[in-house]
């Protein structure tokens, strides 16, 4: 878990039990959080004095684009194979953030188990509860996961 403020990025990641949608890229399967997993995440934030986030097509492409790279890669990092930190691979989407935070994760049970190891986690749930953070991106590729929390700059 990295946490760059100023240029900050954050990936976060949403609750089970959620509709998704595939999408093919470089031969591996990249799943999208829905608008339900947005509730699930919004409502953990509210529960815990949070202001919700909002879906961005920005932030979500980032996430889609790591959790692939992770599962081609074959392991869970936070840099990417090119070198990349989050904070360029936001940028690369065309995200100007104030601040950035990214969690990610590796498991085969689910969005569900994700998320609890992201709350089980101090460093990640502080990304997930990030008090200025507005927006998010998740995804999920094979057994990897990457969720991008930020605030526009």
Known sequence: MRIFRGAALGLALLAAGCA???S???GSRTVQVST???ASLNAFREANGR???ARSAKLQRAAEAHA???AQMDRMIHRGSDGSAISDRVKRQGYRFGKVAENIAKTGRGQARAMQIW???PPHRSNMLMRD???YGLAQSGDYWAM???RPR
Do not use: C
């Open 119 to 121: 709350i089980d986690s």
């Open 51 to 53: 202001a919700p986030l």
């Open 133 to 135: 953070a507005t927006q």
């Open 68 to 70: 692939r790279d992770m």
């Open 24 to 26: 093919e890229a470089t």
């Open 36 to 38: 339900a997993s947005a």
């Open 148 to 150: 991008v929390v930020a």
């Open 20 to 22: 998704t949608t595939a």
